[in-house]
């Protein structure tokens, strides 16, 4: 298996198209898979301006697989604002460095007309009642054309079945996505893709700001205010902590002493469904298991965040 260290600072091949993605990943895999046994492959989707979270995606990814794939694609499809989208960062180049040093094989950078060569598709994958709060309440479609695209990459990068090796497949997500990856769980169980979807923990600022392409675009000074999305955050996880009652609504309430930045939601849910749970203005302390949801908008920048409660 290959090693951050021995693949570490090679650059990785790019590849546009479908056919020389997989004839970049059965070379790589006839290269790199173990003499007996499974092959691994790992598969990580980006939208690329890579930052340090992503790349705790890609080192996760490369130390348990033999061949790794980093997919770069800006999928219009799951913008429902076109000014986000026009404006989205965009540095490939810079991406490739990073990609090169974290170890990756292959880099997939397709053009729109790759992934989508009849335009918008004419089939499309539902997200549901689940692809329609949270997130999808404040972006809708954006759920269904995240699917579309992740179905689309999964497909792209699957092991080639004409190799001779055996090879499991697996994908890798960030738990900051909460929503997406709950969705794309739900994807991949009910339409059975063969693909292992493996979630990896958020990694944010010293400050606690969760680390996000789009926090390029927030000034010093919303920088700072946004840092009360984490303060609240941390307030419920500590009270959690202690089995004291959660009082929600206080912690919800630190941001209006916060004028830049504007809440949308705070919401603590089942991490599996998503369904809401009752603990706002209950006394009791909380049990179980739960996930604390939260978006705010800063400026013209939305931001998500979340915290797991009684792992
Ligand atoms: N801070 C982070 N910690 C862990 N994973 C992250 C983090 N930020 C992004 N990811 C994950 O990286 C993958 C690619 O995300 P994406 O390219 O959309 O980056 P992003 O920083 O989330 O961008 P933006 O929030 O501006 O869309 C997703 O699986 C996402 O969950
Ligand atoms: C999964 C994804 C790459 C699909 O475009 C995107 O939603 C993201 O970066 O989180
Ligand atoms: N990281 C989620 C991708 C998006 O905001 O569109």
Request: glycine share 6%.
């Amino acid at each position: 298996m290959s090693t951050p260290a021995d693949t570490a600072g090679r650059t990785p091949r790019i590849v546009r198209t479908a056919a020389e993605l997989s004839a970049a990943i059965a070379r790589a895999i006839e290269f790199n898979a173990p003499e007996q046994g499974t092959a691994t492959l790992g598969l990580v989707p980006t939208m690329g301006a890579l930052h340090s979270g992503h790349e705790s995606l890609v080192s996760t990814a490369r130390a348990h697989n033999d061949v790794l794939v980093v997919s770069i694609f800006v999928n219009e499809l799951q913008f429902n604002d076109a000014q986000d989208f026009a404006r989205y960062p965009r540095t490939l180049e810079a991406d490739v460095e990073i990609l090169a040093r974290a170890g990756a094989d292959i880099v997939f950078a397709p053009q729109a007309s790759t992934v989508y060569p009849d335009g918008r598709p004419l089939i499309k994958i539902d997200s549901g009642e689940l692809g329609s709060k949270f997130e999808g309440a404040s972006r809708p479609g954006h759920f269904d054309g995240m699917l579309a695209v992740v179905a689309k990459l999964l497909h792209f990068a699957m092991p080639p079945a004409t190799l001779g090796v055996p090879v499991s497949y697996r994908a890798y997500f960030g738990q900051k996505d909460a929503q997406q990856l709950v969705l794309i769980n739900r994807m991949v169980a009910d339409l059975n893709y063969p693909v292992e979807i493996c979630s990896v923990p958020i990694i944010r600022s010293a400050e606690g700001l969760a680390l996000s392409s789009r926090n390029q675009f927030l000034t010093a000074e919303q920088a700072k205010a946004a840092l009360v999305i984490h303060r609240a955050l941390s307030l419920v996880k500590e009270r959690a902590e202690r089995h004291e009652p959660l009082y929600l609504e206080d912690a919800a309430g630190l941001f209006e002493m916060e004028p830049l930045v504007e809440l949308d939601y705070f919401e603590l849910v089942d991490p599996r469904t998503l369904q809401e749970l009752a603990f706002n203005c209950q006394d009791t302390p909380f049990t179980g298991e739960g996930l604390l949801l939260v978006a705010a908008r800063v400026g013209e920048v939305r931001l998500i965040d979340n915290m797991p409660l009684g792992y």
